[in-house]
Each structure stands twice: as structure tokens, then as C-alpha cells.
């Protein structure tokens, strides 16, 4: 812990540098939404790139201890499974490399997917309980806060939309520096966890309704509990699209906040801003970018689509189109109403602007197509190598 809070030090300073430089340059800033990003050891990849792999391994031995005892000792973040969220760690260290401003967004898994042990030749899955132990990377943001909405009904005020949501979740942030080769620029790796919005129920708990009492807490803990939960029961099923909306809803109210404190016209949005969509879990971005914009910041529709479809990007990890999420209307309609009725004016807009076939619509066959979505949602849309982006093309 000694050696962490130690290489931690060195890197704040080039964290804190390179946000101090970032908005005195007012360039354009990447924003990274990802459900995994598979970081591995911090300790480890922190000594390499500031070079001092060697000098911290020497004076280590002066006590009998190696570096890779140290380092094996850290718990590995179980913030992801595979090739995606290895994707999204490379790319944000590349960039924290290049020294080009960016953040990364994604859930703060209380328990990631499981831990592997075998019994008797069959396997048992325990929870990997990765925070269990402090954890000296990350720093929590109580400051950076955001309410999430879910479910409840839409009503039309003077032609202006008004959700009126009946579930809410509170965003925290916990940020994590990740330091490019040498040092010399360290971008933020800011992840959410939920918390309440409505403290203990103790009355309906003295009167005997213990479940609804411990609701809100509830719905919290299982939003940032387990990367991928089973999706075969309609309760898993909306927990996975809950969480992919707590995601996307959280990264988007911070990065509009961040912008608006910089400058007061909208259209400026796509010149400071780059949001890239890894895979489709963040597709969502598209629909709640248009609800902040227009319900919230008051823009009418045309210009918020046109800043919105500057704005988004998205990176395609299959080109089997049964492997791409889809969601039942109804689904949507219950637990986002409002970005359910913005998705079928994307989708009319969309049908009367190409007029593709219909297996090519949005929502098609009562399922809204998240792939179709980030597809006709952003500006640019390439595959995880040069040649899955020429496959795409064909």
C-alpha cells in the first residue's frame, strides 16, 4: 500500500498538470462510455510508464521484498470480462500517451462478474469482492452527483415534454488517474456508483412494509453491483437496460456540465466535444443527449439532432446481426418512456430521410434496435480493426 500511495503521488501531478492544461487550451476533449474497461493492476503499469520500474525494484530488495510480490498483491479491478473493456483500458491510456484530453465512463462495479474456484470438478462462482481492501487509486468526486430517472410517465406541457419519473438513482464518481508512457499527461478514468435518493423509509418499516421501506437502497445496490447480470428473467433483462441508462444518463449530465460551465452556445458542442460509444451498451447516449438538450436545456429538436449527430461515434464489435442488443418496445416504453418516444422520432426521420428497408428501421418487430441506433446516431462508425471496419463497409 506504502509503494502505491507513493507512484500515486507522482502521478497526481501530472493529472492535475494536464487538467489545468486541458482548459487553459479549450481544445476538444474525447469522452470514452464503455461498460467495461479491463485496467488490470494499476501498480504494475504506473511504475512502467513513469520509468521507475527499476529503482523502486532496488530499494524493495534492501527490505527482501520484489516489486512483483507488491504488485501481485494489488486486486485486480473487476471492471471487465474480455476484448471490449481490454479495448476501452488501451485506448485510454493511448490517448493519456498522445496527451489527448479524454475521460473514460463506466460503472464502479461493487463486485464485477465472479471468482473461479473448482470443487469436484465442477465450478463455483463466488463474488469478486475486489473492494474489499482500500483502494488507493481511486478518489472519490462527492461533488459530481447526478440524478438518474427511470419509468414513471411523460406529459406534454405547451408542446414541451415533462417526465415525471416515479424510480431515481444518485450517480457518484470515483476517479481513477491513468498515467500514458513516461508520464508526461495522465487522463481520468471516472467511474459511477449508485447510491439512494430517498433515505430509510422508517415508517413504513415500523408499519411492517419492510420491502418497500429498503426499495430505494435496493435498486441502488444492484445497479453497480455485478458487470452483466443474467438477462434470461424480464427482471434481469431490465436491470441490464437500468444499468446501461445509469451509465450513459450519469456521463452525459457530467460531460454538458462541463461544457456549459466553459461556454453558453450549444452549437459549439461538436468542436469541444468527441463522445465514443464502445459497442452498443452506450447507444442510449443518442436518445438522452437529445432529452438533455431539448427537455432540459430547452433547443428545439432540428438543432439538437444536428449537434447530437456531430457529436457521437460508434465502435462496432460484430458484424452478426443477432449478436447486436435489442430491446422490447414495451420494455423501453416502461422503464424510459421519454427516450422510447424519442427513439420512434429518430426512427420516422430516419425511414422518411432514406427510406431504407424496413428490416433497417430503429424499432422493427416490437424491438428497438440498438445497433440500427448508434448506427444512424453518429458521425463516424469504424470496427475494432482496419479490417472489420472494411467487412462493415461491405
Known amino acids: 500500500m506504502a509503494v502505491s500511495y507513493s507512484v500515486r503521488d507522482l502521478i497526481v501531478d501530472s493529472w492535475f498538470a494536464a487538467t489545468r492544461r486541458t482548459y487553459e487550451q479549450q481544445g476538444k476533449r474525447v469522452y470514452y462510455l464503455s461498460m467495461e474497461f479491463l485496467i488490470g493492476r494499476i501498480l504494475e503499469d504506473a511504475v512502467i510508464n513513469l520509468g521507475l520500474h527499476q529503482k523502486i525494484e532496488d530499494v524493495l530488495q534492501e527490505d527482501g521484498v520484489s516489486l512483483m510480490t507488491v504488485v501481485e498483491d494489488e486486486p485486480d479491478a473487476a471492471l471487465g470480462n474480455g476484448g471490449l473493456g481490454r479495448l476501452a483500458a488501451c485506448f485510454l491510456e493511448s490517448m493519456s500517451t498522445l496527451g489527448c484530453p479524454a475521460f473514460g465512463y463506466g460503472i464502479r462495479y461493487e463486485h464485477g462478474l465472479f471468482r473461479q474456484r473448482f470443487e469436484g470438478g465442477r465450478q463455483v462462482e463466488t463474488p469478486e469482492d475486489w473492494l474489499n481492501q482500500t483502494h488507493p487509486w481511486e478518489f472519490e468526486r462527492p461533488e459530481a452527483n447526478y440524478t438518474i430517472p427511470f419509468k414513471g410517465r411523460v ?11 416515479s424510480e431515481t438513482v444518485l450517480a457518484r464518481a470515483y476517479d481513477t488517474p491513468v498515467v500514458g508512457w513516461q508520464g508526461r ?81 450549444p452549437s459549439l458542442l461538436p468542436d469541444k466535444v468527441a463522445i465514443q460509444m464502445n459497442d452498443t451498451h452506450p447507444a442510449l447516449a443518442g436518445p438522452e443527449l437529445m432529452r438533455l438538450l431539448v427537455d432540459v436545456h430547452g433547443l428545439d429538436w432540428a438543432k439538437a439532432m444536428q449537434i447530437a449527430c456531430k457529436c457521437l461515434n460508434y465502435t462496432n464489435h460484430t458484424l452478426l ?45 416490437d424491438q428497438v434496435h440498438m445497433g440500427t441506433l448508434a448506427f444512424v446516431m453518429a458521425a463516424h462508425v469504424n470496427g475494432v480493426s482496419a479490417l472489420h471496419t472494411d467487412l462493415m463497409r461491405e
Not at 406529459?155 to 419519473?165: C, K, L, S, T, Y
Request: glycine share 4%; hydrophobic share 40%.
Open 321 to 365: 446481426p443477432e449478436a447486436l442488443e435489442r430491446w422490447s418496445t414495451w420494455l423501453m416504453g416502461r422503464v424510459l418512456p421519454r427516450h422510447m418516444q424519442i427513439i420512434e422520432r429518430i426512427d420516422v426521420e430516419h425511414q422518411a430521410a432514406t427510406n431504407c428497408d424496413p428490416s433497417l428501421k430503429i424499432v422493427y418487430q
Open 185 to 265: 499527461w495522465s487522463n481520468t478514468l471516472r467511474l459511477w456508483g449508485a447510491l439512494p435518493t430517498e433515505k430509510f423509509d422508517l415508517e413504513r418499516f415500523n408499519s411492517g412494509d419492510f420491502t418497500a421501506a429498503a426499495a430505494p437502497e435496493a435498486l441502488a445496490r444492484t445497479l453497480s453491483r455485478v458487470l452483466y447480470p443474467e438477462d434470461t428473467t424480464e427482471a434481469g433483462k431490465e436491470l441490464r437496460l437500468k444499468q446501461e441508462f445509469f451509465l450513459t444518463s450519469a456521463a452525459l449530465q457530467d460531460i454538458l456540465r462541463r461544457f456549459l460551465s466553459e461556454y453558453d452556445d
Open 155 to 165: 406529459e406534454m406541457v405547451e408542446g414541451r415534454a415533462i417526465w415525471h419519473a
